[in-house]
């Protein structure tokens, strides 16, 4: 089941309806009961993944603190670190083994005839559980916030379940914290009309950007990328830039859909982007930009590995680490793993960069604070940012070679003014209704950036207002999203993930 | 102050449910003006006179697009008064056909249907282009009888093709960018379903087989063409059975036609198969060589099926009622329709086929007599009545003839009436109203493309 099925929107009033009318102390069961059979409509027995990751960590967990409530100093620790990692690598090896079993095999095949062996190492037919990268970091997360004593270790299995497994966060994020998320299922929760609305206009945004924008802009992308031979040159600049705006609305789309759900339940989640193409860096990105992964990366691996408390050089080859893990974590290719390094080149150069570009600045008495020198360096960023997700994209790294050579081979920069562009799987209304609602995307992230939320400035208005808003959202969705016959229901795309 | 606090909670309620109630109101009548904004016309454009009717049709006419362009509701008015509609549907199973009678009897109730039994030897419930089902249903309002065609339509099918048949915007909904002027301003088929298609092919080649040959095989089709006999039957509702006509290639159609008559023996209902008949002429008749009628044919069916209906059921004569005025005034723009066509067609061989119509006097001057060796112009001489013989010297001809009502050609070796380098002149005369509305001169020589030329008065 996708958020942007009809099986959801049947799915997600049942659920919501039963939830408030019963019991508080039931509430939570029925949320399991409902995550549980979310996932299952996907796989059911890929369910059984998440339920092993859950006893794993929940026992560990259990382990962690019933041994760091020994007294003997001696006793503790060991068991204590035992526990954890036992619970770190048993659920890391469930991914490890969907995910990369067969990429290390590759790459293993790869190594092996370069070196001259010539041994092909066995490929695997695995369907790669969804979600599974979210959720085991989420349970992850939840089992070093135990050893580290940010949190105490939960009795109710049911509930503990749930955390790992609330629906709305499941397959996409955002990653929740347990310190976050975990009281937050079981308390008190009272139908609240303006948390709801608020979640539902959420949910409108969210369907707006997956369904008008990041479906739509796939079809030209999609078309781009499956044909580089043919769409060379400025086509693949043109793909590449829009694909940047695909994947941020695909994303987005979904962590809103999850936050508004979320919130209609009563329960709030982390906010999981904060307009990331409004940065003026590449470390300003990654504050915007997947937050729930990147604030992961950094409390649990980076600042583990030391931060920048051992340091310059540490610090930069611990943020090398960090992102190449994250590229990764995103993909089981060497171009996810390049994708990763590239954006941990730009941090590390630009951290080498800063006295520099301070010494200029100076020099040049250029005002860093004024509106033209911030879109300077938000375009700049973007600039960068997209030749990263060319990486990303492509997926394998002999399409990058391909779109590279071809970027910079091919010289065809009229089809910017004829009508090249709209024969692409997109006609000219297509297209330009598309640009427009990239625009508009913008808008509302410039106004978000500025402290100025639309939503709640809907939600203020009388109810005919806020009426006539919401059903010509939902108007303007239905007709403009890509979806019905002939257009199969886009997965997300970090679903994959 | 307890009061109070329970007045002002008790209010935030209401307002709240009726914000609710209000952005539901709100949303459902945006998206009901939407659906019809953006849902392909064909289907109301074919149909919306079916339900603009106050009284009861004394016929529905029921089966594929044999029977929409092969059936003129407009013709059985003006020469019956017999008010009845054409809802024949493209590719159409007869499953189909059963619910969209099942439907249209929701609005009307009629003396006879008349079911085009094409498709007796098919399986299939649904049209295999599916937009032919949303051509079938789109035009029928949600109801009971709508929910139920669609749940026995779609019941082996994905479960999507259901809902978007129920709710078509789930198809249409991405016609923002296609809408035109008509689909603000809709042009209505005012011919009461029926569709005309315009030319004359070269038919196919055929044999007629045994009478005794049936169709063995228990099929779909069959089945429906039962349950709309019971359904007719248990409605108090005449029906009569039909093939119409068309190059009958396939075997198999011949022995379903057979088998057809045989159910309708088992029924105690009549039957007409056209394939035995020479109510049509395949050499000028056919639009296309193997499927569908042009207009010539079309009108000689409608007029065989209107005598049939005549000299078989009690049908009332309404047009000297009161309540059809529509029916007339629609008559009348159909015979502007007709005349227009005329006027308008430059291929030869289309408009002596369109000028084969009782409304219309046709007086032939000819000049000269070689196109008469050209079978395909023979035959639609022929065809308007004439019996045409070129003698041995091939400078004149026996040309002579009546069909039905309209005056006898003459012959003429006069030049001086027209171009001498033309072959031959026809002048068109409206029967109702006299006037002369149409000339032409026909140009034919071997080995050239034949042209005329309108001389209008």
């Not at chain 2, 004394?58 to 059936?71: A, E, P, Q, R, Y």
């Not at chain 2, 029928?140 to 779609?154: G, Q, W």
């Not at chain 2, 007409?272 to 008749?285: E, K, P, R």
Request: aromatic letters at 16%; proline letters at 3%.
């Amino acid at each position: 089941m996708v958020f942007n099925s009809l099986g959801y929107l049947v799915f997600l009033p049942i659920v919501v309806a039963i939830y408030y009318l019963l019991p508080i102390r039931m509430r939570y069961i029925w949320l399991l009961v409902s995550s549980y059979y979310f996932y299952m409509c996907w796989s059911v027995k890929y369910a059984f993944l998440i339920l092993f990751s859950t006893l794993v960590t929940y026992i560990s967990a259990l382990i962690i603190e019933k041994v760091q409530n020994f007294t003997s100093c001696y006793q503790r620790f060991p068991f204590a670190k035992i526990s954890l990692v036992c619970g770190i690598l048993l659920n890391l090896g469930v991914l490890i083994v969907y995910k990369y079993l067969n990429f290390m095999s590759e790459t293993a095949t790869k190594l092996s005839h370069i070196l001259g062996a010539n041994y092909d190492f066995p490929i695997y037919s695995l369907i790669l559980p969804i979600g599974i990268s979210f959720y085991t970091f989420q349970a992850l997360g939840y089992l070093i916030d135990v050893y580290r004593g940010d949190i105490r270790a939960e009795r109710n299995f049911f509930k503990y379940a749930l955390f790992v497994s609330f629906f709305p966060q499941l397959v996409a994020g955002p990653i929740e914290r347990s310190k976050n998320l975990m009281d937050q299922l079981t308390c008190s929760n009272q139908f609240d009309f303006c948390d709801a609305s608020d979640g539902f206009l959420l949910m409108l945004w969210g369907y707006f950007m997956k369904v008008v924008i990041a479906d739509r802009i796939a079809i030209f992308v999609d078309s781009v990328y499956g044909d580089i031979a043919t769409y060379g040159g400025w086509f693949i600049i043109c793909a590449t830039v829009l694909f940047a705006f695909q994947i941020y609305c695909d994303f987005n789309g979904y962590s809103c859909i999850a936050i508004g759900t979320a919130k209609i339940l009563g329960i709030r989640l982390m906010d999981n982007f904060n307009s990331p193409y409004l940065s003026c860096s590449i470390s300003e990105f990654w504050d915007r930009w997947h937050i729930s992964l990147s604030s992961w990366f950094r409390d649990y691996l980076y600042i583990p590995l030391g931060g920048n408390r051992k340091g310059r050089l540490r610090e930069y080859v611990n943020k090398l680490i960090v992102f190449f893990v994250s590229g990764l974590w995103h993909g089981a290719t060497w171009a996810f793993v390049m994708w990763g390094g590239i954006h941990g080149f730009f941090l590390v150069l630009g951290d080498i960069l800063r006295p520099i570009k301070k010494r200029i600045t100076c020099l040049l008495h250029l005002n860093t604070d004024s509106e033209g020198n911030r879109i300077i360096r938000t375009v700049f960023t973007f600039i960068l940012t997209d030749f990263a997700w060319l990486f990303f994209r492509s997926q394998n790294t002999s399409t990058v070679k391909s779109c590279i050579q071809s970027i910079v081979s091919t010289h065809n920069i009229h089809i910017l003014f004829d009508d090249s562009l709209f024969n692409i799987g997109l006609d000219r209304k297509n297209f330009t209704l598309m640009i427009c609602s990239v625009f508009f995307l913008l808008i509302v992230d410039i106004c978000k950036n500025k402290g100025i939320c639309l939503r709640r400035y809907v939600l203020k208005q009388d109810y005919l207002v806020k009426g006539l808003v919401i059903s010509i959202s939902i108007a303007f969705i239905l007709i403009f999203g890509i979806w019905g016959p002939g257009f199969e229901e886009k997965n997300f795309i970090y679903f994959q993930f | 102050m307890k009061k109070k606090i329970s007045f002002i909670s008790s209010s935030k309620y209401v307002i709240r449910t009726i914000s609710i109630v209000v952005t539901i109101i709100f949303t459902v009548s945006i998206l009901s003006f939407l659906t019809r904004l953006l849902e392909r016309k064909e289907s109301v454009i074919k149909n919306h006179d079916f339900f603009e009717e106050d009284q009861d049709l004394d016929i529905l006419f029921l089966g594929t697009s044999h029977v929409i362009n092969g059936i003129y509701p407009l013709e059985l008015w003006n020469e019956y008064g017999y008010t009845s509609y054409n809802l024949g549907n493209h590719s159409t199973p007869i499953a189909t056909s059963y619910w969209i009678l099942l439907n249209a009897l929701d609005y009307t109730n009629p003396k006879l249907v008349v079911l085009d039994c094409l498709g007796w030897q098919d399986n299939n419930k649904l049209p295999e282009e599916f937009a032919y089902a949303h051509k079938a249903f789109d035009c029928f309002p949600l109801s009971m009888n709508k929910v139920r065609a669609i749940k026995d339509l779609t019941e082996d099918q994905d479960i999507s093709l259901s809902g978007e048949l129920l709710w078509d915007f789930t198809s249409y909904h991405n016609r923002w960018n296609q809408l035109t002027a008509d689909d603000f301003n809709i042009p209505y088929n005012y011919q009461r379903g029926a569709e005309w298609r315009v030319d004359v092919a070269v038919p196919v080649e055929y044999e007629i087989i045994p009478r005794n040959q049936l169709y063995e095989e228990e099929t779909t089709g069959k089945l429906y063409v039962e349950k709309i006999i019971e359904e007719c039957q248990k409605r108090d509702i005449d029906v009569l059975l039909t093939w119409l006509p068309y190059p009958p290639f396939r075997p198999s159609a011949q022995e379903a036609a057979h088998s057809m008559e045989q159910l309708a023996k088992e029924y105690g209902i009549n039957s007409i198969d056209f394939f035995d008949m020479n109510v049509v002429n395949y050499d000028t008749d056919m639009y296309d060589e193997s499927s569908h009628l042009n207009p010539s044919g079309a009108l000689k069916v409608t007029n065989y099926i209107g005598e049939y209906i005549k000299k078989n059921y009690e049908i009332a004569d309404h047009r000297t009622e009161d309540g059809y005025e529509s029916w007339s005034a629609d008559t009348n723009r159909y015979f502007e329709f007709k005349r227009d066509n005329i006027i308008y067609e430059t291929d030869p061989v289309i408009y002596l086929m369109l000028i084969n119509d009782d409304d219309f006097d046709v007086t032939i001057t000819w000049n000269d007599y070689d196109c008469l060796d050209n079978p395909r112009y023979s035959s639609l001489f022929n065809n308007l009545g004439l019996n045409t013989k070129k003698t041995r010297n091939s400078k004149s001809a026996y040309i002579s003839g009546k069909y039905l009502d309209r005056s006898a050609t003459y012959l003429s070796n006069a030049a001086e009436e027209f171009d001498a380098n033309y072959d031959l002149s026809v002048l068109v005369t409206d029967v109702k109203t006299g006037e002369q509305f149409d000339n032409i001169w026909f140009y034919y020589a071997d080995g050239e493309t034949p042209t005329i030329t309108h001389i209008y008065k």
